[in-house]
Protein backbone atom coordinates (compact mmCIF):
# COMPACT_ATOMS: atom_id res chain seq x y z
CA UNK A 1 0.00 0.00 0.00
CA UNK A 2 1.37 3.84 -1.09
CA UNK A 3 2.87 5.38 2.13
CA UNK A 4 2.26 9.49 2.24
CA UNK A 5 5.04 11.15 3.08
CA UNK A 6 5.40 14.01 5.59
CA UNK A 7 7.73 17.06 6.09
CA UNK A 8 8.19 19.90 8.34
CA UNK A 9 8.13 18.65 11.78
CA UNK A 10 10.65 20.36 14.22
CA UNK A 11 10.62 21.72 17.83
CA UNK A 12 9.89 25.14 18.51
CA UNK A 13 9.48 27.40 21.95
CA UNK A 14 5.67 27.63 22.73
CA UNK A 15 3.87 30.17 20.94
CA UNK A 16 5.79 29.16 17.53
CA UNK A 17 5.03 28.29 14.20
CA UNK A 18 5.81 25.37 12.48
CA UNK A 19 4.18 24.14 8.54
CA UNK A 20 3.52 20.39 7.38
CA UNK A 21 3.33 18.98 4.28
CA UNK A 22 2.39 15.91 3.41
CA UNK A 23 2.36 14.50 -0.83
CA UNK A 24 2.21 11.08 -2.24
CA UNK A 25 5.25 9.43 -4.14
CA UNK A 26 2.32 8.91 -7.31
CA UNK A 27 -0.65 10.06 -7.98
CA UNK A 28 -3.79 9.15 -6.25
CA UNK A 29 -7.21 8.93 -7.60
CA UNK A 30 -10.52 9.14 -5.84
CA UNK A 31 -9.10 11.06 -2.89
CA UNK A 32 -12.53 12.18 -0.89
CA UNK A 33 -10.54 13.87 2.19
CA UNK A 34 -6.95 14.98 3.39
CA UNK A 35 -6.02 15.02 7.01
CA UNK A 36 -3.78 15.19 9.70
CA UNK A 37 -4.10 13.07 13.24
CA UNK A 38 -1.61 13.30 16.18
CA UNK A 39 -1.17 10.85 18.94
CA UNK A 40 0.96 10.71 22.27
CA UNK A 41 2.21 7.80 23.63
CA UNK A 42 -0.50 5.96 25.64
CA UNK A 43 -3.39 7.91 23.72
CA UNK A 44 -5.62 6.97 21.16
CA UNK A 45 -4.85 9.14 17.52
CA UNK A 46 -7.06 11.83 17.28
CA UNK A 47 -8.18 13.59 14.10
CA UNK A 48 -6.75 17.08 14.03
CA UNK A 49 -8.53 18.83 10.77
CA UNK A 50 -9.79 17.87 7.46
CA UNK A 51 -10.73 18.70 4.05
CA UNK A 52 -12.65 17.04 1.70
CA UNK A 53 -12.17 16.77 -2.35
CA UNK A 54 -14.91 20.16 -1.72
CA UNK A 55 -13.29 21.63 0.17
CA UNK A 56 -15.15 21.44 3.50
CA UNK A 57 -12.52 21.61 6.90
CA UNK A 58 -13.43 19.93 10.33
CA UNK A 59 -10.95 21.14 13.03
CA UNK A 60 -11.12 19.80 16.34
CA UNK A 61 -11.95 22.25 19.18
CA UNK A 62 -8.27 22.20 20.58
CA UNK A 63 -6.56 23.94 17.52
CA UNK A 64 -9.74 25.78 16.44
CA UNK A 65 -8.39 29.37 15.34
CA UNK A 66 -4.65 28.36 15.87
CA UNK A 67 -4.28 26.08 12.79
CA UNK A 68 -5.08 25.89 9.11
CA UNK A 69 -4.97 23.42 6.68
CA UNK A 70 -5.32 23.55 2.97
CA UNK A 71 -4.78 21.50 0.03
CA UNK A 72 -3.03 21.97 -3.49
CA UNK A 73 -4.78 20.09 -5.73
CA UNK A 74 -2.02 20.58 -8.98
CA UNK A 75 0.60 19.19 -6.53
CA UNK A 76 -1.43 16.58 -4.99
CA UNK A 77 -0.34 17.63 -1.37
CA UNK A 78 -1.92 19.13 1.81
CA UNK A 79 -0.45 21.11 4.84
CA UNK A 80 -1.27 21.84 7.99
CA UNK A 81 -0.22 25.46 8.91
CA UNK A 82 -0.04 25.78 12.71
CA UNK A 83 0.74 28.87 14.94
CA UNK A 84 0.70 29.96 18.38
CA UNK A 85 2.03 26.30 19.37
CA UNK A 86 1.35 25.03 23.04
CA UNK A 87 3.46 22.62 24.67
CA UNK A 88 -0.06 20.09 24.84
CA UNK A 89 0.27 19.95 20.88
CA UNK A 90 3.32 17.99 20.94
CA UNK A 91 2.81 14.89 19.25
CA UNK A 92 3.75 12.91 16.29
CA UNK A 93 1.54 14.37 13.47
CA UNK A 94 0.07 11.78 10.78
CA UNK A 95 -0.83 12.66 7.23
CA UNK A 96 -4.24 10.68 6.21
CA UNK A 97 -6.08 10.61 2.91
CA UNK A 98 -9.69 8.80 2.49
CA UNK A 99 -9.93 7.15 -0.76
CA UNK A 100 -13.27 6.92 -1.97
CA UNK A 101 -14.84 3.69 -4.00
CA UNK A 102 -16.85 0.34 -3.51
CA UNK A 103 -14.50 0.42 0.08
CA UNK A 104 -13.23 2.66 1.62
CA UNK A 105 -9.68 2.94 2.30
CA UNK A 106 -7.08 4.86 3.98
CA UNK A 107 -3.25 5.74 3.36
CA UNK A 108 -1.38 7.25 6.26
CA UNK A 109 2.16 8.38 6.67
CA UNK A 110 4.98 7.61 8.66
CA UNK A 111 4.58 10.47 11.19
CA UNK A 112 6.50 13.60 12.19
CA UNK A 113 7.35 14.54 15.46
CA UNK A 114 5.88 17.87 16.49
CA UNK A 115 7.73 19.28 19.77
CA UNK A 116 6.20 22.77 21.47
CA UNK A 117 8.52 23.07 24.70
CA UNK A 118 7.29 24.98 27.48
Known amino acids: QVQLVESGGGLVPAGGSLRLSCGAP????????KGWYRQVPGKQRELVARITGTGFMYYSNSVKGRFTISKDNAKDTVDLQMNSLKHEDTAVYFC????????????WGQGTQVTASS
Open 26 to 33: SRILNVVA
Open 96 to 107: NWVIGGPLTTEL
